[in-house]
Nanobody, 128 residues
Framework: QVQVVESGGGLAQAGGSLRLSCAAP????????MGWFRQAPAKEREFVAA????????RYADSVKGRFTISGDNAKNTVTLQMNSLKPEDTAVYYC?????????????????????WGQGTQVTVSS
C-alpha cells in the first residue's frame, strides 16, 4: 500500500497562483507515474495533469494547458502542480494519484481507473 499525501491547497483570487505538492512518505516517486485529478461540487472527477515515472512525459487537460505545470523533484520525493492564471472554474478538490504498473500513454494517464493509490485531496478555491 502506498500512502499519498497532498498539500498546498487554499484560496486564491482569479489570475493568481497556487502550488500543490504530493508526497509519498517512504516511497520513491521516480518509480511511479503520477497524476492530478480534481472534482468540483456536483461534478465528476476529471483529469488535470500527469507525469511519467521518468519525468520525461507529461500530459495536461485542455482546460489547464498553458496555465498549469506538473513536475517531479526526485531529491525531495515530491510531485508539484504549479497553477497559474487561476480561474473560478478551477475551484475543486484536487487529488494526487500514483501507480507504476502500466505503460505511460495519453489514454492511461488521463484515466482515473489507471491509478491504484490516491490521496485524500486538498481544496482549491478561486474567487472572482
Amino acid at each position: 500500500q502506498v500512502q499519498v499525501v497532498e498539500s498546498g491547497g487554499g484560496l486564491a483570487q482569479a489570475g493568481g497562483s497556487l502550488r500543490l505538492s504530493c508526497a509519498a512518505p517512504g516511497r520513491t516517486f521516480s518509480m511511479y507515474h503520477m497524476g492530478w485529478f480534481r472534482q468540483a461540487p456536483a461534478k465528476e472527477r476529471e483529469f488535470v495533469a500527469a507525469i511519467s515515472w521518468s519525468g520525461g512525459n507529461t500530459r495536461y487537460a485542455d482546460s489547464v494547458k498553458g496555465r498549469f505545470t506538473i513536475s517531479g523533484d526526485n531529491a525531495k520525493n515530491t510531485v508539484t502542480l504549479q497553477m497559474n492564471s487561476l480561474k473560478p472554474e478551477d475551484t475543486a478538490v484536487y487529488y494526487c494519484a500514483a501507480d507504476s504498473t502500466w505503460r505511460f500513454t495519453t489514454n492511461q494517464a488521463k484515466d482515473a481507473s489507471s491509478y491504484d493509490y490516491w490521496g485524500q485531496g486538498t481544496q482549491v478555491t478561486v474567487s472572482s
